[in-house]
């Protein structure tokens, strides 16, 4: 079943920080892969950030099912940038008609590939060692984010394993209804459309439904609320934060400064 609850285990270094700082240490790494167009930095970052999986408490196999989809973003961008670049140097790996391709056209579209998984892993981790609540505490007491929109965002949030609940449910009854597009991509294009229709239909009365709760409950009043959870600033957040920085810095002068 879909959840958007942290995967890790609680007892991990990761899990216990605080979510503002593993989000800042997450940015830290996207500006830091960001900074270079070389493929080596992406490879380095790619290699800490896996030496350091242990210390997230999330298991190998989910971590792999979780990225699935930004491995095939990351193949994509890579693939698509090593073809179809122009102007490229280097030695002539493959000529075909319109298609050429030379070692510097790789080794563009492998630094491009190896950028979006550095960027991203950090976020995928933070995101995965880190309860929905308390990064919606952490943003409305620390950084003053509006309740209406934390809490609003929590609550959708929340919400997502309902809809892929209603997809499969969708699905099964157009089934036993007899309605199956078989194996005719058309009609399968038409089926998708229409039940993402009445997807998003549903979604809209939920999110109608949650928005006057909310009135309901206050949260347009303007006026200060308590929280049932403190969260603060720790000695270890800050520690997080500068051994993040210290380690960008050093891959920084390692891999980039010294070439």
């Known amino acids: 079943m879909l959840t958007p609850a942290a995967v890790a285990a609680p007892s991990a270094i990761i899990v216990r920080a605080n979510p503002l700082a593993k989000l800042a240490a997450a940015s830290l790494i996207a500006g830091l892969a ?3 167009t070389d493929w080596a930095l992406g490879l380095t970052l790619l290699v ?3 030496a350091l999986l242990p210390l997230t408490g999330v298991r190998v196999g989910r971590f792999l099912w979780r990225i699935r989809y930004l491995a095939f973003a990351a193949f994509t961008v890579g693939v698509v940038n090593t073809v ?3 102007g490229g140097g280097g030695t002539v ?3 075909a008609g319109p298609l050429h391709v030379t070692s510097s056209d790789v080794d563009n579209g492998l630094a ?4 979006v998984g550095a960027m991203a892993i950090p976020g995928v981790l933070a995101l995965a060692t880190t309860d929905p609540t308390d990064l919606a505490d952490a943003l409305i007491q620390q950084l003053r984010v509006s309740p209406r ?3 609003g965002a929590l609550a959708a949030f929340r919400m997502l394993p309902l809809l892929a609940g209603e997809w499969r ?4 009854a157009r089934r036993a209804r007899g309605v199956d597009a078989g194996w005719n991509p058309v009609r399968r294009l038409r089926l998708f459309a229409s039940t993402m229709f009445a997807l998003l239909v549903g979604a809209i009365r939920r999110a109608t439904r949650l928005a006057t709760a909310m009135d309901a409950r206050g949260f347009d009043s303007g006026v ?3 929280h049932a959870r403190i969260r603060r600033m720790r000695g270890g957040d800050w520690v997080l934060l500068a051994a993040t920085a210290v380690a960008c810095l050093a891959v920084y002068v390692a891999v980039v400064v010294s070439r």
């Open 169 to 172: 449910l969708i699905a099964m």
């Open 224 to 226: 200060p609320r308590t």
């Open 112 to 115: 491009l590939a190896l950028r």
């Open 93 to 95: 790996w493959f000529d």
């Open 34 to 36: 960001l900074s270079s």
């Open 48 to 50: 800490i950030e896996a």
């Open 149 to 151: 929109f934390a809490i």
């Open 84 to 86: 179809f670049a122009t």
